[in-house]
């Protein structure tokens, strides 16, 4: 499709050198706004994996002191870290598993079914995603402090399976949206037996969307601050422990943390880049 | 089962509405104490809506249609910054920022600030952060309106028009307008509630409705107070949303965002 353009193109640059340097400058300089364009979104990325090297003098992680290998062999060697990593992990990990089921189960009965509420429920369901996250977080605090929930790991846990199962149902909606229902009333013609059709056929056909939604959950659950800032008591996820230590030091483990987050993220995105390249014929692209 | 997260998210939203029989005086003193701040936070949001806007047409616009089989790749990099931490990429802006840092030093060798200005701890600190933060929010709805127009839609119209400029601005553009719909929402509502760059960027002159609402939480523990001014907060939101929505069509609205 774009040699088609091209072509088109090609045949009005051709008609004078005037309008050659233009198409040519007009291009460059798109190109050239892009590349800067990366560089703005890129530098941020770029700064804190440097600065994961490096060995500050004081407290604060802001100049560049010297090349060290250390904050990366001992990246839990600061206090309250450690613990804070590990809530993190264990509160995303628990959150989006109950959050993809729930919101799997959802998307499915809102695609299937014409219910009662069910365009309120569609509504509903984008509510938390198109609402300012402290609005979201106060909300849910005065909830917490209304019926006097203890403030700590359950809270966080709550808050978490709740925004993030719209994001699961609008992933595994989206991949259900393509999805021939024939092939399951073909399988309970053969197999008679509900469950069994929904876990040989309906499971595996929409498994990527699964996937992706508890991939997605993980991912928002691990980056959420400003909820779990408003819902949580005494206990410390991983960007609450950033968001103290940044009042009184910047330690370059958290750079390090950091870093690694970001490797093992783009390690899961290139893989799945990867294949579907190829899964794509190569005349396709 | 699925009600539970029906319910769930209702209730959620309600309660900080529930405040609302009991004390009035909370909402006129979250009008009349924290004005400016309500004010500079949609300020601060529109500025950086439409910066973000200003990035991200082209760079979509140029992964679009000249990405190639690079696009996914392209892509992956837009969202890139998604992958480390919030509080770490704003944190990093700081060590940019810096006063001794590169980027103040080369913009007072090119005069663009006085010799002992600073960029950090300033309004355009907090803006650019805001921004950065919600780029990607803006780039890739955009991104996926303009993958989807019919290229010859714009081929036809440059047979037709013959210049570049009138077929963006009558074909392509009117085209992607869903995307950039979708893109400033995703943009404006989070931005309006940020107080993660005011707070780390900026000074207390910064301070959007964001930082007065999680200190009232956290530090004074005032919640009606703080549950007032949210809830006032998400119900100018609100209108602004429905404004925005009425001037530019709603059908557009309801394409756009799903």
Redesign the interface.
């Known amino acids: 499709?774009?040699s088609?353009?091209e072509t088109?193109s090609v045949r009005?640059v051709r008609r004078s050198a005037l309008a050659r340097t233009w198409a040519f400058a007009?291009?460059h300089t798109?190109?050239l706004?892009?590349f800067l364009?990366?560089v703005?979104?890129?530098?941020?990325?770029a700064?804190?994996i440097m600065?994961s090297f490096n060995d500050p003098l004081g407290r604060f992680?802001?100049?560049w002191q010297g090349f060290t290998l250390d904050n990366w062999l001992h990246p839990f060697d600061y206090p309250e870290l450690g613990p804070a990593v590990r809530l993190s992990l264990v509160i995303a990990f628990f959150s989006s598993i109950i959050a993809t089921a729930?919101?799997t189960?959802?998307a499915l009965?809102l695609v299937r079914y014409r219910f009662r509420?069910h365009g309120s429920?569609n509504l509903?369901?984008?509510?938390?995603m198109?609402?300012?996250?402290?609005?979201?977080g106060?909300?849910?605090?005065?909830?917490f402090?209304?019926y006097s929930v203890p403030l700590g790991f359950a809270t966080i846990l709550?808050a978490h399976?709740?925004f993030n199962?719209?994001f699961v149902v609008v992933t595994v909606r989206a991949r259900l949206a393509g999805y021939d229902r024939h092939l399951e009333e073909a399988a309970a013609d053969l197999f008679a037996n509900p469950w069994t059709a929904f876990y040989k056929v309906t499971l595996p056909l929409i498994w990527p969307g699964i996937l992706a939604g508890f991939l997605l959950a993980f991912?928002l659950s691990?980056?959420d601050?400003?909820i779990t800032?408003?819902v949580s008591g005494a206990d410390q996820t991983?960007?609450l422990f950033?968001?103290g230590a940044?009042r009184v030091a910047?330690p370059p483990q958290?750079?390090v943390i950091?870093?690694a987050?970001?490797f093992i993220?783009?390690a899961f995105?290139?893989a799945n880049?990867l294949w579907?390249?190829r899964r794509q014929p190569k005349g396709a692209? | 089962m699925y009600y539970l997260g029906y319910t769930s998210l209702e209730s959620g939203d309600l309660f900080s509405g529930y405040t609302f029989t009991w004390a009035w005086d909370n909402y006129r003193d979250a009008w009349s104490l924290y004005r400016d701040h309500f004010i500079r936070s949609f300020e601060y949001a529109a500025i950086a809506t439409i910066a973000a806007f200003l990035i991200s047409y082209p760079l979509a616009y140029w992964i679009a249609f000249r990405g190639g089989r690079w696009k996914n790749v392209l892509l992956l990099l837009i969202i890139a910054p998604f992958f480390v931490t919030y509080l770490i990429r704003t944190l990093a802006w700081k060590t940019i920022l810096a006063d001794d840092g590169i980027v103040v030093s080369t913009f007072q060798h090119l005069h663009l600030i006085s010799p002992d200005g600073r960029l950090l701890a300033t309004t355009t600190a907090v803006i650019a952060g805001i921004t950065y933060n919600f780029l990607p929010f803006m780039a890739l709805p955009i991104y996926v309106s303009l993958e989807q127009i019919d290229q010859r839609l714009i081929e036809a119209a440059e047979d037709l028009y013959a210049n570049r400029a009138k077929a963006f601005f009558r074909v392509t553009f009117p085209l992607s307008l869903p995307g950039v719909f979708a893109g400033t929402l995703l943009t404006f509502i989070p931005a309006c509630g940020d107080f993660i760059n005011a707070q780390l960027l900026g000074t207390p002159k910064q301070l959007m409705i964001g930082n007065v609402i999680q200190r009232r939480f956290k530090d004074v523990a005032d919640y009606p107070q703080a549950a007032a001014l949210s809830f006032v907060l998400m119900a100018v939101i609100l209108v602004l949303i429905i404004a925005y929505a009425r001037s530019v069509g709603s059908e557009r609205v309801t394409t756009g965002v799903a």
């Open positions: 499709m774009t088609a353009v088109v009005r007009r291009r798109l190109t706004f892009a364009a990366f703005y979104l890129l530098l941020p990325i700064v804190v600065f992680n802001f100049t729930i919101g189960l959802m009965a509420g429920m509903l369901i984008f509510l938390p198109a609402t300012p996250e402290i609005v979201m106060s909300s849910l605090l005065t909830l402090l209304n709550i399976i709740m199962i719209s991912a691990v980056d601050f400003v800032y408003l991983f960007p950033v968001w940044a910047v958290i750079n950091g870093s987050i970001f993220a783009v995105m290139l880049v579907q390249w692209v």
